[in-house]
Every structure is written in C-alpha cells, then in structure tokens.
C-alpha cells in the first residue's frame, strides 16, 4: 500500500512528472505559468487548495505514483464547507493496486478533519475504469455540468 501525505515544496520534480501525465491523459496543455501557479497553490500555507502524494519505496528510493488536488469552498447549502476533488491522476504502472481508493480514502478523511459537509467530484462519462471505483466510493448524482468558459 501506498503512504499517503500532502505534497511539500521539495516534491516539485515529482509533482510535475505525474501533472503532466495528467494533462497528456486530458490531451490538454497549461502554461508554465499556469503550472507554477497551481504548484505554488498547493504548498502555500495561504490557499485553499491542497495536494496529497501517494508514495510507494521502490529499490531505495521513494516514487510519487499518484496525486489528488482539492480545493475547499463555502456554500449555500450549508454552514460548512464542501470539498471539491478536483484532480486525480494515479501512474499506470500502479493502476489497479488501490493508489486511487487510499487517495480518495486520505481526501475523505481530510474533509472531515477540516469539518466540510461533503467531498464531491467530475470526471469524463467515459472514464470507465476509473468510474468503476468511484460507483464503489461515492454516489453518482443525476447533476449534469454545464460551463462558460470566460
């Protein structure tokens, strides 16, 4: 299994070896600039978003093999805040091994800590895979997104 912690300033190569990844799974590009904004984001004392790792020791050394991004949000529903999971990538060479339950599991359970009232997220209707796990995590709503880019 997995052990599971928030990403930290000296993680940065790490990191953004498996963002692309992310990225190149979307077939979408971010700016540099954009990038070292989200980096700088996720391990600012300041923000209210936060990065987990999934690390796993692999002949002497420690491989980041997966990732969660979520961002904390009020509103108008509730007293408390939502959790909103906006990024999961989990390295192929681990897919199938639980990477992805632990992090969501860590998500959870960081939600609750920070007294939000739920722990909600998106994916394509086409991610089969990783729908499979999520039906067994979480309730899919009958909610349809819709979105103006600006």
């Known amino acids: ?86 990024d999961l990538y989990v390295g192929e060479c681990v897919r199938g091994q639980g990477v992805g339950r632990a992090l969501i599991e860590q998500v959870y359970t960081f939600a609750q800590s920070k007294h939000c009232n739920r722990v909600y997220w998106v994916t394509q209707a086409h991610n089969t895979t990783a729908r499979k796990l999520y039906d067994t995590l979480a309730t899919k709503t009958d909610m349809v997104q819709y979105r103006h880019d600006l």
């Open 1 to 86: 299994m997995p052990i599971i912690k928030p990403l930290a300033p000296n993680d940065h190569e790490h990191w953004l070896r498996l963002w692309q990844g992310y990225l190149d799974f979307y077939q979408t590009t971010l700016s540099d600039a954009v990038i070292d904004n989200t980096w700088q984001r996720i391990i600012s004392n300041d923000s209210d978003i936060y990065g987990f790792g999934a690390w796993i020791d692999k002949e002497d050394e420690s491989l980041l093999v997966g990732l969660v991004h979520v961002v904390l949000h009020p509103n108008t529903w509730n007293a408390s805040d939502c959790c909103y999971l906006e």
